[in-house]
């Protein structure tokens, strides 16, 4: 029994993944593409962006395994093999680091570290005002595991947090939360700092134009680290061009690698990190891959596995 680990070329780790995994699944075969070796071996397919087409080539494929958290690089393979189970990376080191990048640039519009930067290039002392974390509205878009511990690590920083997602939630602590497409513009409207960590579905596609962007206070901040079609590029230029939106922190883009032509690597008030924010750690992600497998190969369910009708 075969597992193929086939990742972008962006990311320069395969022998690092194949390691941990190895270790993990003593039993299996633990193979990189392109050396698939024969194809009716292969069970299992763990991957971050596969070459589209060549799932199709496994005729005894039983799951595709995500090696990020989203699985939108997976459903977007015009040849996917229908009918298997695609299973989402839940990785709490995975979580851990994206709060620490939401925490970074929170921290980093908050105490005006972005004017702090701009003035050192001008040798200009000037001390800016400080507000209080109590004074500043955090609103997270995309309230399931990895929004809420977001949410959670900037409630113990002491700021306001609201959270909006497209269906009804029960309790979530000290987050407020909005929900569906009539509480998104009170949402907005009340939030000083929006990080959106939503998943790129047939809903939440480009649900960031400059109608809903301008709902935002003037002067608020945005952090994407959710997925680049959520928030419409073009609008979020304007809305910076006419000082609505002040700054935002960018990691993920309509297309990937951002364009050298795109204008947001040269606009000033835009911060660009090359889809950094959680960054899958083999060793705690391969126990999870680990785990899923065993439980397909017990006959129960992998979790957590792409819901086609909530579309994530
Ligand atoms: C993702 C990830 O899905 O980086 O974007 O895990």
Redesign the pocket.
Request: aromatic share 8%; net charge negative.
């Given at each position: 029994m075969a597992l193929l680990i086939s990742v972008s070329e962006f990311w320069e780790d395969e022998k690092v993944w194949r390691q941990w995994v190895q270790t993990e699944l003593p039993e299996m075969d633990v193979r990189v593409y392109p050396d698939d070796g024969d194809v009716n071996e292969i069970k299992y397919v763990a991957t971050w962006k596969h070459p589209h087409g060549i799932l199709k080539q496994y005729p005894n494929l039983k799951a595709i395994l995500?090696l990020?958290?989203?699985v939108d690089h997976i459903l977007s393979d015009p040849d996917l093999p229908e009918d298997l189970p695609i299973v989402r990376?839940v990785d709490p080191k995975?979580t851990h680091e994206m709060c620490f990048h939401a925490l970074h640039w929170v921290l980093h519009f908050h105490s005006d570290h972005f004017l702090y930067m701009k003035q050192q290039m001008d040798k200009k002392w000037k001390q800016q005002g400080s507000i209080q974390p109590e004074d500043r509205t955090v609103g997270i878009m995309g309230l399931g595991n990895i929004g809420r511990g977001i949410g959670d690590s900037i409630v113990n920083q002491g700021f306001k947090v609201l959270g909006w997602g497209a269906n009804q939630k029960s309790s979530l602590g000290d987050i407020q939360y909005f929900f569906g497409d009539e509480q998104l513009g009170d949402f907005l409207e009340k939030t000083d700092i929006l990080i959106n960590v939503l998943p790129l579905t047939e809903g939440t596609t480009n649900i960031l134009r400059k109608q809903e962007l301008q709902r935002l206070p003037r002067g608020a901040f945005i952090i994407n680290m959710g997925?680049g079609g959520i928030v419409n590029e073009t609008d979020l230029l304007t809305l910076l061009e006419e000082g609505h939106i002040t700054a935002a922190a960018m990691d993920?883009f309509e297309e990937e690698p951002l364009s050298v032509n795109s204008p947001l690597w040269s606009h000033p008030s835009v911060y660009i990190t090359p889809?950094i924010?959680?960054?899958?750690n083999p060793q705690s992600s391969a126990k999870t891959i680990a785990a899923n497998i065993r439980r397909i190969e017990d006959g129960k369910l992998p979790f957590p596995i792409y819901n086609i009708t909530k579309g994530y």
């Amino acid at each position: 029994m075969a597992l193929l680990i086939s990742v972008s070329e962006f990311w320069e780790d395969e022998k690092v993944w194949r390691q941990w995994v190895q270790t993990e699944l003593p039993e299996m075969d633990v193979r990189v593409y392109p050396d698939d070796g024969d194809v009716n071996e292969i069970k299992y397919v763990a991957t971050w962006k596969h070459p589209h087409g060549i799932l199709k080539q496994y005729p005894n494929l039983k799951a595709i395994l995500s090696l990020g958290a989203g699985v939108d690089h997976i459903l977007s393979d015009p040849d996917l093999p229908e009918d298997l189970p695609i299973v989402r990376l839940v990785d709490p080191k995975l979580t851990h680091e994206m709060c620490f990048h939401a925490l970074h640039w929170v921290l980093h519009f908050h105490s005006d570290h972005f004017l702090y930067m701009k003035q050192q290039m001008d040798k200009k002392w000037k001390q800016q005002g400080s507000i209080q974390p109590e004074d500043r509205t955090v609103g997270i878009m995309g309230l399931g595991n990895i929004g809420r511990g977001i949410g959670d690590s900037i409630v113990n920083q002491g700021f306001k947090v609201l959270g909006w997602g497209a269906n009804q939630k029960s309790s979530l602590g000290d987050i407020q939360y909005f929900f569906g497409d009539e509480q998104l513009g009170d949402f907005l409207e009340k939030t000083d700092i929006l990080i959106n960590v939503l998943p790129l579905t047939e809903g939440t596609t480009n649900i960031l134009r400059k109608q809903e962007l301008q709902r935002l206070p003037r002067g608020a901040f945005i952090i994407n680290m959710g997925r680049g079609g959520i928030v419409n590029e073009t609008d979020l230029l304007t809305l910076l061009e006419e000082g609505h939106i002040t700054a935002a922190a960018m990691d993920v883009f309509e297309e990937e690698p951002l364009s050298v032509n795109s204008p947001l690597w040269s606009h000033p008030s835009v911060y660009i990190t090359p889809h950094i924010a959680g960054q899958s750690n083999p060793q705690s992600s391969a126990k999870t891959i680990a785990a899923n497998i065993r439980r397909i190969e017990d006959g129960k369910l992998p979790f957590p596995i792409y819901n086609i009708t909530k579309g994530y």
